[in-house]
């Protein structure tokens, strides 16, 4: 009885919700938000702006990696392609065709890329401010969606300055000065400078902080999911997202449980637990695709590092199903495999299905995940 209680208090707590019927309810929203949300992020502005190259990093690629979006070519993107993000499948970013050539006349570009399918829009501008900068967002305050203007390059413009004996500090200010000023016509318009070859310098997590504050509620859980691991705090970031619904992961599964499926309660819950636990792998970036990319690209051997993690060896072991969950396989085909599969699973089986239990080995689990996630970032330089 004290343990139920106990329980109850927990999850009164997690939840913020005064009774079982509405914290379970705000469970159920969350972890239905895993997976069925999708985001949708529109990337344009002229050729060669560097947009195929912003995608790329925002999806955690290098313009050579498999997957990435071709860069550097001359040609423009005649239709909006889209690049879905490589481990988190709702997450999806669109190079959109420049505005304001034969083919996209201004008048009718947003109706021509089909504007309604966008949650949001990113205007990637670079040198010069130009003309079709200011008319695309026009154009996209016209339909009612939201965008923000990204002055990407900035690392050529800096280095450049610098030569000139100009500061960092001066280059950045006339740059966003430059861009606010062109911008005029609209309303203190979000400006952030990036450079897409180093997410770290400049303005690009507070592009992210106010992109997490504009997004619908139900989509920004899946936008800090996604996003690289470029510094110490957009992993503590994402650690705080998992953490922050590990409740919700907790009761809903455990209430499969509580509802018993003849013979599939209680590996539902342990299934649910592993899948949770898979996305923080990814999301973290420990998979061994992105640590082996990291290692090539700080030169150092990582990898052999992360193996030392029984949960990550786990995790990786199985790796094969793991893509396969991405695919989405129905939980009922892949579940005897889930539960040999993460060591921790287990102890759920072994003491039932209490809300205490299933919320301590998940927390557990991301807390292992988030210190290997951590000793990666130090060894690779990035905090
Ligand atoms: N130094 C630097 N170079 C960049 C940056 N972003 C893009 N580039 C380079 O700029 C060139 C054009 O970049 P893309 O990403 O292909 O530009 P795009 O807007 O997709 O071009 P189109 O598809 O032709 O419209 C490439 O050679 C990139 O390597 C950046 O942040 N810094
Ligand atoms: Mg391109």
């Known amino acids: 009885m004290d343990n139920q209680q106990e329980d109850r208090r927990a999850l009164f707590n997690d939840s913020g ?13 969350v972890t239905d938000r895993l997976d069925n949300v999708t985001l949708n992020i529109a990337v344009t502005g002229e050729s060669g702006s560097g947009k195929s190259s912003f995608v790329n990093a925002f999806r955690g690629l290098q313009d050579t990696d498999e997957g990435a979006a071709e860069t550097g070519v001359t040609e423009t993107t005649m239709e909006p392609t889209m690049y879905p993000h490589p481990t988190m499948p709702n997450v999806n970013l669109w190079d959109l065709p420049g505005i304001g ?18 949650d949001f ?18 154009e ?11 002055r990407t390059k900035t690392d050529n413009d800096v280095t450049n300055e610098a030569m000139k004996g100009v500061t960092e500090e001066e280059t950045l200010k006339k740059i966003r000065n430059n861009c606010l000023g062109n911008l005029g016509p609209l309303e203190s318009p979000p400006v952030f400078l990036i450079t897409s070859r180093n997410l770290k310098r400049f303005d690009f997590q507070e592009l992210v902080n106010n992109l997490e504050r504009d997004l619908p509620a139900e989509k920004r859980d899946a936008m800090v999911m996604s996003l690289p691991v470029y510094s110490k705090q957009s992993l503590d970031r994402k650690y705080k997202t998992f953490m922050n619904i590990a409740w919700a992961v907790a009761i809903t599964s455990g209430a499969i449980a509580a509802a018993p499926v003849p013979g599939l309660s209680l590996a539902c819950d342990v299934a649910m637990v592993v899948y949770f636990l898979i996305k923080c792998y990814y999301s973290f970036g420990l998979n061994d695709r992105s640590l082996q990319k990291l290692s090539k690209r700080v030169n150092k051997p990582i990898l052999e590092e992360v193996k030392n993690s029984s949960l990550v060896k786990a995790i990786a072991g199985k790796s094969l199903l793991v893509a396969e969950m991405a695919g989405r396989l129905s939980v009922e085909d892949v579940i005897e495999e889930l539960c ?20 301590s080995v998940l927390l557990e689990g991301v807390n292992e995940l988030y210190s290997v996630a951590k000793r990666v970032i130090e060894m690779a330089e990035l905090k």
């Open 140 to 150: 996209i305050k016209k339909k009612m969606k939201n965008f923000y203007f990204v």
């Open 17 to 29: 919700e005064p009774t079982w019927e509405r914290a379970f309810a705000k469970a159920r929203k």
């Open 101 to 118: 050539t034969p083919t996209f006349k201004a008048e009718t570009y947003m109706k021509d890329v089909k504007y309604q399918n966008y």
């Open 121 to 138: 829009f990113i205007i990637v501008s670079a040198s010069r401010f130009r003309d079709n900068d200011l008319m695309l967002a026009k």
């Open 340 to 359: 040999s599969l993460v060591p921790v699973a287990g102890s759920i089986a072994a003491a039932g299905v209490s809300f205490a239990t299933t919320r």
